[in-house]
């Protein structure tokens, strides 16, 4: 099936500083990729839908300029957090559906801890 | 896309067949249900698909029955490895543009 691969698996960081996640299609192209949070025993919540060539939409709730999502190339999103705070330590996960098929493809997930 | 409704938890045994149940009323007719599987900190891995009927593979088998409006991942004989949360997804992404939507899940425990 097709990969998709998140970087950093995890990381620590400072309150204020901002943190930047890669979300890559390895072995396809998606024209939109997806970000997902996940807090611990809660299930995944859809964050935001990142385009390429476009501007992200974000769902209900989702502060756009917090949660800057950039789509440069067909198998590459990220999402940065912006001037993170200990409530945004969450599991960061990206996904991906290859265009006509039904199946959607998970990232490995990036665990953000902020101090 | 359709909400779907599964059990919190469910407890089994080594060896023992596990059936979860999900239920999905309001299932539109493009939509295909997918099940997942996530083990603690790590993303969702795709188990099996369908749109109707019966799918099986080398892991599970999925039972649909003809109103669509429910189906049961069947996994046999269940190991220690298999505990983990189980989601059952409904809806028709084929455009790529559209995500599927997470429900609470079914967290599954296997015991020796």
């Known amino acids: 099936g097709a990969v998709v691969s998140q970087h950093p698996s995890w990381v620590i960081c400072k309150s204020g500083t901002s943190v930047k996640i890669e979300c890559r299609s390895l072995?396809?192209?998606?024209?939109?990729m997806f970000w997902y949070r996940q807090f611990p025993k809660q299930s995944l919540m859809l964050m935001a839908t990142?385009?390429?060539?476009?501007?992200?939409?974000?769902e209900q709730g989702v502060e756009k300029d917090k949660f800057l999502i950039n789509h440069a190339s067909l198998t590459l999103s990220t999402l940065t957090v912006t001037s993170a705070h200990p409530e945004d330590s969450s599991f960061y996960i990206c996904?991906?559906?290859?265009?006509?098929?039904?199946?959607?493809?998970f990232g490995p997930g990036t665990r953000l801890l902020v101090l | 896309l359709a909400k779907t409704t599964q059990p919190i938890s469910m407890d089994s045994y080594e060896g023992q067949e596990v059936n979860i149940t999900c239920s999905h009323n309001n299932i539109a007719t493009n939509d295909y249900i997918t099940w997942y599987q996530q083990f603690p900190s790590q993303g969702p891995r795709f188990i099996i698909q369908g749109y109707k009927t019966k799918v099986t593979n080398e892991v599970a088998s999925l039972f649909i029955p003809a109103d669509r409006k429910s189906s049961t991942l069947s996994l046999p004989r269940v190991s220690l490895s298999d505990t983990a949360v189980y989601y059952c997804l409904v809806g028709d992404i084929r455009t790529g543009r559209r995500a599927l939507t997470f429900g609470s899940g079914t967290r599954l425990q296997v015991q020796p």
């Open positions: 072995d396809f192209q998606a024209t939109t």
């Open positions: 996904s991906a559906n290859l265009a006509g098929s039904e199946t959607q493809y």
């Open positions: 990142s385009n390429e060539g476009s501007k992200a939409t974000y």
